[in-house]
């Protein structure tokens, strides 16, 4: 045994070197990322074969600011197929991915050919289209994946896509369309600029579930006859399906579009309705479009059967756009604290088309100056159980004879509650409520406090 003297002396010596702590552990013991820049070979032509020497390594792949082989650094790459496990990194701005073409249809993509493609990252790095140089390429995306899981896109720029930034498909395309899952995607702190409003969207989802799009940029996206920044749209095939979709914290600047910033769009052949859906703590201006902020159509009347959608928009907020929401049909949705200033058109309930019609929605939000050229703040058209409670409405309408904070447009509706709202600031520029001549409700209209009156053809108290 070492002498008492001789072991506090060996104590000592071990006190003296410093000990790594668990997470420096686990970085020492971390895989290398790899720069794919040292993986270039004589013949290559731009960075796509680099790139794929380097993800073949199965290790992260770094890509070091200006460091590719096009004009000031930038990285030439086309139609790189992303495998399983992929990390790819790059060095914020200076890090610049671009095809050597427009005619190139992805910069990065994941093709399905497998029935899913899982653990991808991308992260810090600006992928650059040819919208300004070459216009509009519907089909042409900076990134296109189908069928993949866990996947993570954070800190990415998206600029001048011809078609879109990202698409995200939950099919194969082919002779015959097979199924594709898309789950657990996460896009995080990313922009997207559009450049010249002559792209489609920012972000195309066909089918997904838990996909969340959170602190995100969007500018100067999309042209007038594409849908908008964010469209959630399944094509017309029975196997889509939308569930726990989540927008959250991001802001919207001089978009454009004829259905939505935010659109959940549902043909009538796709068997799910989506659900678990949650759109909150967005910011929207100077919409440029002929949709509105947020919109959602599933393609058919809300019925009893349908399932309730659990959809919640809330502690949103819009300025100088053509409507803050249009609800053309579903079921179970819930709208509260959210505020829309100076807006031309109106929200609505359950258009009037065949194919509309709302159940079970609530509302609890502010209108300031809304309805300055349609000439009403909400519209509530086909639509059954629906809830108008604790909103306020300021300087609503444009003081026309027609002109009302909310209007019961042509359709049907029954169980409309409309109670404890704030009419006080839109006094001489439209009447609390309105009923048109086209309008049916097959009962009495619940009025809290009891003195609101329904001006129009219909009741009158």
């Not at 409003?197 to 799009?213: E, F």
């Amino acid at each position: 045994m070492p002498h008492e003297t001789d072991r506090r002396r060996l104590l000592g010596l071990f006190g003296a070197i410093p000990l790594l702590s668990v997470p420096a552990c686990n970085a020492a013991n971390a895989v290398e990322p790899v720069e794919a820049p040292t993986l270039r070979q004589r013949g290559d032509v731009g960075d796509t074969a680099a790139l794929a020497r380097a993800l073949a390594s199965g290790r992260p792949v770094q890509l070091p600011a200006g460091g590719g082989s096009g004009p000031r650094g930038e990285y030439i790459v086309d139609m790189l197929e992303l495998p399983d496990g992929a990390t790819i990194s790059g060095e914020g701005m200076g890090t610049v991915l671009r095809s050597s073409s427009a005619r190139v249809q992805s910069i990065l993509l994941v093709s399905g050919a497998a029935a899913q493609t899982r653990n991808l990252t991308l992260r810090d790095m600006k992928l650059v289209g040819h919208a300004t140089s070459d216009g509009f390429r519907e089909h042409h995306n900076l990134v296109s994946l189908s069928g993949v899981a866990d996947c993570l896109i954070e800190g990415v720029t998206f600029e001048g896509f011809a078609g879109d930034g990202i698409y995200l498909g939950g099919e194969r395309d082919g002779p015959v369309r097979t199924p594709r899952s898309n789950a657990r995607v996460t896009i995080r702190d990313c922009t997207f600029d559009g450049i010249n409003n002559a792209n489609r969207n920012a972000i195309s989802v066909t089918g997904g579930t838990d996909i969340v799009i959170d602190d995100c940029r969007f500018m100067r996206c999309s042209r007038p006859d594409m849908p908008g920044p964010i469209d959630f749209e399944a094509d017309d095939f029975p196997f889509y399906v939308f569930d726990r979709l989540t927008v959250t914290n991001c802001s919207f600047e001089r978009c454009g579009g004829n259905v939505g910033q935010i659109s959940i769009v549902t043909p009538p052949r796709v068997r799910q309705v989506p659900r678990n859906i949650r759109i909150a703590g967005n910011r929207f201006a100077g919409y440029a479009g002929s949709g509105s902020d947020i919109a959602l159509t599933v393609g058919r009347p809300a019925t009893a059967a349908m399932p309730d959608m659990n959809v919640v928009i809330e502690n949103n907020v819009g300025s100088n756009g053509r409507a803050g929401v249009r609800l053309y049909s579903g079921r179970g949705i819930t709208l509260r604290n959210n505020r829309w200033t100076r807006y031309l058109g109106q929200m609505f309930v359950g258009y009037a088309e065949a194919r509309d019609g709302c159940r079970d929605v609530s509302v609890a939000d502010r209108f300031e100056a809304c309805g300055t050229q349609d000439g009403a703040a909400i519209g509530i058209f086909n639509a059954d159980t629906v809830s108008i409670a604790g909103s306020s409405f300021v300087d609503c309408g444009n003081g026309r004879a027609d002109a009302a904070c909310i209007r019961l447009g042509p359709g049907r509706s029954s169980g409309v509650a409309i109670r404890g709202n704030d009419f006080a600031g839109s006094v001489g520029r439209a009447a609390p409520i309105r009923q048109t001549a086209g309008h049916r409700s097959s009962d009495r209209i619940l009025l809290e406090p009891a003195s609101l009156s329904i001006l129009g053809p219909g009741e009158r108290r």
